[in-house]
């Protein structure tokens, strides 16, 4: 829920164009034909990189996942949050336009 959560707030219109990435989370593709991805979608990069687990009084233990920030998007516009790009630091440099796509160090 997490995932959709985020993407809804960072992109409601689904509009919200960035440079074409790929080859990383749910996105498999990137190839000079276009494959890739070019929409703010800041959960598919990490799909199936949970946060750390919060425990709640009701004693369930809850799993949010990992989102990209905007800054891991757009390389160069400006440094992540602590020189992180994503909400658990997974990610520490801004993603590779496809072709090769991907996320660089």
Same mark, same amino acid.
């Given at each position: 829920?997490?995932?959709?959560?985020?993407?809804?707030?960072?992109?409601?219109?689904?509009?919200?164009?960035?440079?074409?990435?790929?080859?990383?989370?749910?996105?498999?593709?990137?190839?000079?034909?276009?494959?890739?991805?070019?929409?703010?979608?800041?959960?598919?990069?990490?799909s199936g990189?949970?946060?750390?687990?919060?425990?709640?009084?009701?004693?369930?233990?809850?799993?949010?996942?990992?989102? +990209?920030?905007?800054?891991?998007?757009?390389? #160069? &516009? =400006? @440094? %992540? +949050?602590?020189?992180?790009?994503?909400?658990? #630091? &997974? =990610? @520490? %440099?801004?993603?590779?336009s496809c072709?090769?796509? #991907? &996320?660089?160090?």
């Amino acid at each position: 829920m997490s995932h959709e959560l985020l993407e809804w707030i960072n992109d409601p219109s689904i509009n919200n164009l960035v440079p074409e990435w790929g080859n990383i989370g749910q996105v498999g593709g990137c190839t000079a034909a276009g494959t890739g991805q070019d929409n703010l979608e800041t959960g598919d990069p990490l799909s199936g990189t949970e946060m750390p687990g919060v425990l709640m009084p009701n004693g369930v233990t809850y799993h949010s996942q990992e989102n +990209a920030f905007f800054s891991w998007f757009l390389p #160069g &516009t =400006f @440094v %992540g +949050a602590g020189s992180k790009y994503s909400s658990n #630091g &997974t =990610f @520490v %440099g801004f993603a590779k336009s496809c072709p090769p796509g #991907g &996320t660089n160090p």
